[in-house]
């Protein structure tokens, strides 16, 4: 959002928890914490109901009860939709136009700002630089095709992720001219990514965009603009009337950057000239390193996920309330079937073992097979679930093919004092046979 103050851009962590006076659910997210703030509202990182995490900018009352600005907003928020570039945070929804807040939410980015990177970590490295180069070319391209001009290329408006950098914030700069910041002798942008013809307060396009991007890959390398200073009137003036200071860049970034800091826009290249000034070998090993998110120093990726960690904290849950070990379950994953806690696993034992005894080698008997009362059903081996009574069940145990001594067993019992079976007196087989005298 235009004005979030520097070094509080839209980072992977949540800045402050939420204040009193902080909505707690805006459309269909629920507030988790504060992004950054600034002129035109607050920022706060939300989660939606379907599960995904959202940049929510919610604009100030004031603009929300202006009906013209309400038009404006509807207007703008039409055209930034249509941007679907890789390298951009896209805009997943907003709010109706008879709601009470204003807002927007757009894709969540986990990773800092580039201002916060460089302030912890240094200037990067000229691979690094490069990739950044060709991703913010990218994000223009995207975002000039729908006619839409940033106006305010910096630092905290780049987000540094695993898979490329984002620029965001494209396109609320043209809301503010709907407002009352827009007045005589006031600027929008940052004082130092001006281009000359902001400053003037001539009309801006893209070239403005080309000339901010140059600004923000020398702060990328040096940790400094081109144009800095205490007092935003002397950086205003030294953008308009000095030239740049490119002797602390290295020399291959100060080639790219040097013809986008002409004062004429018309003499500054055009994004595609830019994309192209690249050698053809040096663009296909750094977009290499973009499309498998390998551009980023592994220190800067170790805080994206760090903060990412501390994102997932702050909605609610905490490590010690994940599952650790299954209730249940062994080292080796087997469950204990009698007390459902952690057990050793039994082993297996041999039908038999011979030990060495005082007069030589023994063998030891096998011992018989644990008996089962009628009527009952064993419980099988390994702790597996006993199969169901069937027709012809008797109650004995399941025989195990691997135990000779259980087969043995699988017979039907019947009582010891059960009387024998009467005798059937023999009888020639003439005799069933039908009496068929008088037939004939």
Not at 80 to 102: I, K, N, P, W, Y
Not at 172 to 198: C, F, K, N, Q, W
Not at 313 to 328: F, I, K, M, Q
Request: hydrophobic content about 35%.
């Amino acid at each position: 959002m235009d004005g979030v103050r520097e070094g509080g851009g839209i980072g992977p962590g949540v800045g402050s928890a939420l204040e009193g006076s902080d909505p707690v659910r805006i459309g269909p997210y629920q507030l988790l914490g504060r992004l950054g703030s600034g002129g035109m509202g607050k920022v706060y990182l939300g989660r939606s109901r379907t599960g995904h995490l959202a940049a929510v900018k919610v604009l100030h009352d004031q603009f929300a009860l202006d009906r013209e600005f309400r038009t404006r907003f509807e207007r703008e928020l039409a055209a930034v939709s249509r941007v679907s570039g890789h390298f951009t945070a896209a805009v997943v929804t907003s709010s109706d136009m008879g709601e009470e807040h204003l807002w927007m939410a757009t894709q969540y980015v986990p990773g800092p700002s580039l201002n916060q990177a460089v302030s912890a970590f240094g200037p990067l490295a000229p691979p690094t630089l490069l990739a950044l180069w060709l991703g913010l070319l990218g994000a223009l391209e995207s975002i000039h095709a729908v006619g839409i001009v940033h106006r305010d290329l910096k630092p905290s408006n780049v987000l540094l992720a695993e898979d490329g950098p984002r620029l965001i914030d494209f396109g609320i700069s043209a809301l503010a001219d709907a407002t009352a910041l827009t007045r005589t002798g006031v600027v929008i942008g940052t004082p130092g990514y001006l281009s000359p013809e902001e400053v003037r307060g001539d009309k801006s396009g893209p070239p403005g965009d080309v000339f901010a991007l140059a600004c923000t890959l020398m702060y990328a390398a040096t940790g400094t603009g081109p144009f800095e200073g205490t007092n935003a009137l002397g950086v205003m003036y030294r953008v308009v009337h000095d030239e740049p200071d490119l002797s602390r860049v290295p020399d291959q970034i100060a080639s790219l950057i040097r013809p986008c800091l002409e004062k004429d826009p018309l003499s500054r290249p055009s994004i595609t000239e830019l994309i192209n000034m690249l050698p053809a070998a040096e663009t296909d090993e750094v977009s290499r390193l973009l499309a498998h998110g390998k551009w980023l120093p592994e220190a800067i990726r170790r805080q994206t996920r760090e903060h990412a960690g501390k994102v997932f904290e702050r909605d609610g849950v905490r490590p010690s309330a994940l599952p650790e070990a299954h209730p249940g379950h062994d080292e080796d994953g087997e469950p204990d079937s009698q007390t459902g806690t952690l057990s050793e696993q039994p082993r297996s034992q041999p039908d038999h073992t011979i030990t060495l005894g005082g007069d030589g080698p023994v063998r030891e008997s096998i011992p018989e097979p644990p008996t089962v009362p009628a009527g009952s059903v064993a419980e099988p081996p390994n702790g597996s679930p006993p199969n169901p009574p069937g027709r012809y069940d008797t109650g004995g145990p399941e025989p195990d093919p691997a135990n000779e001594a259980s087969l043995r067993t699988h017979t039907v019992p019947l009582p010891a004092d059960l009387p024998p079976l009467p005798r059937i007196p023999r009888r020639p087989w003439r005799r069933w046979l039908p009496d068929r005298r008088g037939t004939r």
